[in-house]
């Protein structure tokens, strides 16, 4: 779908239900923001790089909001053929130089509190197969740093941790617009899932920094929702500071849910602790406990990491 003259977005289904949004800029220098699962490059970007005169050889860089792998399972495909170089923050290189290592530091730990040590096995295989093989990064990006791709557009790098460590929107200044990936993540979508938060200290400093932006038009990776906002990757104007208002206002509940319930649960099992939570968040969020939402896989990782950070 043409978003600017120079914007594309390309969709990716993955496991029948969920979808990623992708983003083509078409300039002297063309660039693909994320690359989808590993499959998503033949069965959905070359379709629709077709229709627009280019094939896969002609991706020039490969930016990569985050590690996560419905973003960066296409990479070593579209390398393969385009010799494409691929950016992603320093702090997210491992997640596509090694993929084990990856799933053993970030994914493990909330799988495992949630199916158990005799499902990991069956998870991380699920969890390669997206990934891809492991891929050598090009260029690590530092917050700030500027990607200049020709034609008047230039994307600054703008280090919004808190879905993950590294986790970085790409700001084209000039037009107002930013490529926000998964750094937003509001209140998830409409499967009453949580937003998929690492550090909620760290998001909510992200939030307050983009609050300061004046950003026109935001870009993002999935179909979020806000308190008042209905499922859109697509996010304008006025839009927009209401939609960062509805993102603090969610990590505050959370925060506040886990730091009050939390001190008498420990030592009771992570679902029985998570859906409690949940159940204490205001009714008007449409969140639902982890068992009837279709897949809890790392929803979860939200309240795993606020319970973390309230042992510290």
């Known amino acids: 779908m043409?978003?600017?003259?120079?914007?594309?977005?390309?969709?990716?289904?993955?496991?029948s239900v969920?979808?990623?949004?992708?983003?083509?800029?078409?300039?002297?220098?063309?660039?693909?923001i994320d690359t989808g699962i590993h499959q998503s490059p033949q069965n959905d970007i070359a379709p629709a790089l077709k229709g627009l005169g280019l094939t896969l050889a002609d991706i020039d860089l490969i930016l990569n909001t985050h590690g996560h792998p419905d973003h960066t399972g296409g990479n070593a495909t579209i390398k393969s053929v385009s010799n494409a170089q691929i950016l992603i923050h320093t702090d997210e290189v491992i997640s596509l130089q090694d993929h084990e290592r990856s799933f053993e530091l970030f994914f493990a730990p909330v799988l495992e509190?949630?199916?158990?040590?005799?499902?990991?096995?069956?998870?991380?295989?699920?969890?390669?197969?997206?990934?891809g093989p492991d891929i050598a990064v090009d260029r690590a990006l530092e917050d700030n740093d500027v990607i200049p791709l020709g034609n008047e557009c230039e994307l600054r790098v703008i280090h919004l941790p808190g879905?993950?460590?590294?986790?970085?929107?790409?700001?084209?200044?000039?037009?107002?617009?930013?490529?926000?990936?998964?750094?937003?993540?509001?209140?998830?979508?409409?499967?009453?899932?949580?937003?998929?938060?690492?550090?909620?200290?760290?998001?909510q400093?992200?939030?307050?920094?983009?609050?300061?932006?004046?950003?026109?038009?935001?870009l993002q990776s999935h179909p979020f929702r806000g308190l008042f906002l209905p499922p859109s990757p697509i996010k304008q104007r006025e839009e927009i500071k209401q939609y960062l208002r509805d993102c603090s206002q969610v990590a505050e509940w959370i925060s506040e849910a886990v730091s009050r319930i939390a001190?008498?649960?420990?030592?009771?099992?992570?679902?029985?602790?998570?859906?409690?939570?949940?159940?204490?968040?205001?009714?008007?969020?449409?969140?639902?406990?982890?068992?009837?939402?279709?897949m809890p896989r790392f929803n979860a990782l939200t309240i795993l990491s606020a319970l973390n950070q309230l042992k510290q």
């Open 2 to 15: 043409k978003i600017h003259p120079a914007i594309t977005q390309i969709s990716s289904v993955f496991f």
């Open 18 to 32: 969920e979808r990623v949004e992708m983003y083509l800029i078409k300039s002297e220098r063309n660039a693909l």
């Open 113 to 131: 509190a949630i199916f158990g040590k005799e499902f990991l096995k069956e998870e991380k295989a699920r969890f390669l197969e997206m990934a």
């Open 163 to 203: 879905h993950s460590a590294g986790s970085v929107g790409f700001y084209w200044e000039k037009e107002g617009i930013l490529f926000s990936g998964d750094s937003l993540p509001g209140l998830h979508n409409q499967t009453g899932g949580l937003p998929i938060i690492s550090d909620i200290q760290a998001y």
């Open 205 to 218: 400093r992200s939030l307050e920094r983009l609050q300061e932006l004046p950003v026109q038009l935001m």
């Open 263 to 294: 001190p008498d649960m420990f030592g009771k099992p992570f679902m029985e602790i998570a859906d409690k939570v949940i159940a204490t968040l205001p009714e008007k969020a449409g969140f639902k406990p982890l068992s009837q939402i279709p």
